[in-house]
């Protein structure tokens, strides 16, 4: 989850939005802000960073940077993973395994 929390404040440095991008061999994290600044980072999908990765086909959203930190921050205090889920232009969905339970946050992505 810090991995993940890292990326999306260094996104927000950049941009008011992230594009999450996941094909079957990686995944990426897009921010592009004004005056051409622009941040990604891909992950391959057997890199340590992911516990499990299943992907079919290739499937991108946007979403925006401040609502997910807003949620997953305080999150990283009860756990070490967060479950990502989403497909082109459809609700981002991230579920929280703790000891006692889990949480599932929702978040529309941003259309053009």
Partial sequence: MDVFVDLLSSASEVSDS???FAKED???ILAEGEGGKSIETTYSSGDEVFYEYSVQGSHDAVYSVELLLDFIRPMKQISETVTI????NKPLKLTID?????IQ???APRMA
Avoid: C, T
């Fill in 85 to 88: 889920e989403f497909d082109n």
């Fill in 98 to 102: 703790f000891a006692i339970g889990s």
């Fill in 26 to 28: 990686s995944f990426s």
């Fill in 18 to 20: 992230v594009k999450l």
């Fill in 105 to 107: 946050f929702y978040l």
